[in-house]
């Protein structure tokens, strides 16, 4: 019921910072938890972010802690994730995914749908 398109990929030098949107279809945006996850060639997909339905609450995974804002805007039915201080180590691919109605939620498994991610790329 819900599909997710992530944008705003590409390539920035460390230090930098990038925009991630992802664009949700459905009627029931707001019903649901966002998250962000990323993946590398070969890792298993690691948690970044995820911000509740009313966006009053948010959590991070340390590795982004300081740097990434999740943020939602449930009238354009799309989630952003603003990433700074870009480290090489974030290149990877990330992904926008959703849950229905729970919180938290910081693992893949409790995630129902999932977009088909955009890559990063920092250059050192």
């Known amino acids: 019921q819900v599909q997710l398109v992530e944008s705003g990929g590409g390539l920035a030098q460390a230090g930098g910072s990038l925009r991630l949107s992802c664009a949700a279809s459905g009627r029931s945006f707001s019903s649901y938890t966002m998250g962000w996850f990323r993946q590398a060639p070969g890792k298993e997909r690691e948690f970044v972010a995820a911000?509740?339905?009313?966006?009053?609450?948010?959590y991070y995974a340390d590795s982004v802690k300081g740097r990434f804002t999740i943020s939602r805007d449930n009238a354009k039915n799309t989630v952003y994730l603003q990433m700074n201080s870009l480290k090489p180590e974030d290149t990877v691919v990330y992904y926008c995914?959703?849950?229905?109605?729970?919180?938290?939620?910081?693992?893949?498994?409790?995630?129902?749908?999932w977009g088909r991610g955009t890559q990063v790329t920092v250059s050192s």
């Open positions: 995914a959703a849950a229905f109605a729970r919180w938290p939620a910081r693992t893949v498994g409790q995630y129902d749908y």
């Open positions: 911000i509740t339905w009313s966006g009053d609450s948010t």
